[in-house]
């Protein structure tokens, strides 16, 4: 039987994250191109306002955890600039504890590195006044630098997910259907994020979240996936969209 895992990860699915993956690919309406299966879930409305995110919810997704195990070539972008980004948006806390122990660790059955936490929370989530940022994410945009380049991976993917099924890999997006076996599970659920009609409903500032800034989950990663696996990949989920 072939493995399932995380793509990007050295992480593989639980059993029980296993049944509902092949429980959905029965009855998903999966397109194939090559080893690629995109899943129609990939045009499900997305805005992700992340500056806006602490004035409506509690908490953020670098808060209450840590990301991902990453491979070694993701690993060795960030070591590469991990220590101009401390210096220049953690506090001295952190700064302190990077010197000393470092910011990475070994937390999986596969002893695959990871960012660690610090007081719950990813090691380089940042705080400024009443805002919570991604002190990477912050650092690539100032220096003109791609993101997903230097962040794991993962974080870099959501709300998409890819899950690699031996050759295959299923490029799918976080929904209440494939949040049982989604790297994501069901802890976004309710964030505005990912759910349109939620913020629809809900009674906040036109600003936040805007329903016209809602757009299709895949673009939201569109650069990553192009990088990741060329344009075709790309102006395959394109012309699959018309149909949609």
Sequence with gaps: MPSLNYYGTNDALSSKEAYHYKKYMKRANIQTMGRFHFDPVLFTPVNLDCLNCKLVHSTTCCEGGQPYSMKPDNLNRLHLHAQEIIQTHLDPKRQKEAQETGYIESVSETFSPTI???????????????????????????????????????????????????EKLLITAITPETAPFSRWGKDYEHFFCVNYQKRKEAELSPELFSLKNFKPAWTWSQELL???????????????????
């Design 116 to 166: 660690k936490d610090c007081e719950g929370d990813c090691f380089f989530l940042g705080k400024q006044e009443s805002q919570s940022f991604c002190s990477i994410h912050r650092y690539a945009l100032e220096n003109k630098l791609s993101p997903w380049l230097l962040k794991p991976f993962s974080c870099s993917l959501f709300p998409l997910d890819i899950i690699e099924d031996g």
């Design 226 to 244: 192009e990088q990741s696996f060329g344009k075709e990949c790309v102006e395959w989920i394109l012309q699959m969209e018309k149909g949609y």
